[in-house]
Nanobody
């Protein structure tokens, strides 16, 4: 059974940076896709981007490009989300997800089999 655990969330001010971590336990293959999503209060869960565990390919939604960076360390079983120039509208619960057969629809929640419990990020103005 694969388990994911996010950490690194908290309360920051607008313009600050924050790095979230997602540590996995259990068997995840090197070709699996790891993704970051977020869900603001009253809104649908949206994808930020995704990364192939090994190989380094990363994908971002248009809204994430330029401020958010996803990286991975397969040896440490950890995926990171670096967030810069944070804005109040970035306030949300951030989730990591893992999927074995994700393919080109890396942005779709239904492609992922495993989810973390989420970590709250609050950006004050």
């Amino acid at each position: 059974q694969v388990q994911l655990a996010e950490s690194g969330g908290g309360l920051v001010q607008a313009g600050d940076s924050l790095r979230l971590s997602c540590t996995t336990s259990g068997r995840t293959g090197s070709s699996w896709t790891m993704a970051w999503f977020r869900q603001a209060s009253g809104k649908e869960r949206e994808c930020i981007g995704a990364i192939i565990w090994t190989g380094g390919s990363t994908y971002y939604t248009d809204s994430a490009k330029g401020r958010f960076t996803i990286s991975s360390d397969y040896a440490k079983n950890t995926v990171y989300l670096q967030m810069n120039s944070l804005k109040p509208e970035d306030t949300a619960v951030y989730y990591c997800a893992a999927g074995r057969f994700v393919g080109s629809t890396w942005y779709a929640t239904q492609r992922y089999n495993y989810w973390g419990q989420g970590t709250q990020v609050t950006v004050s103005s």
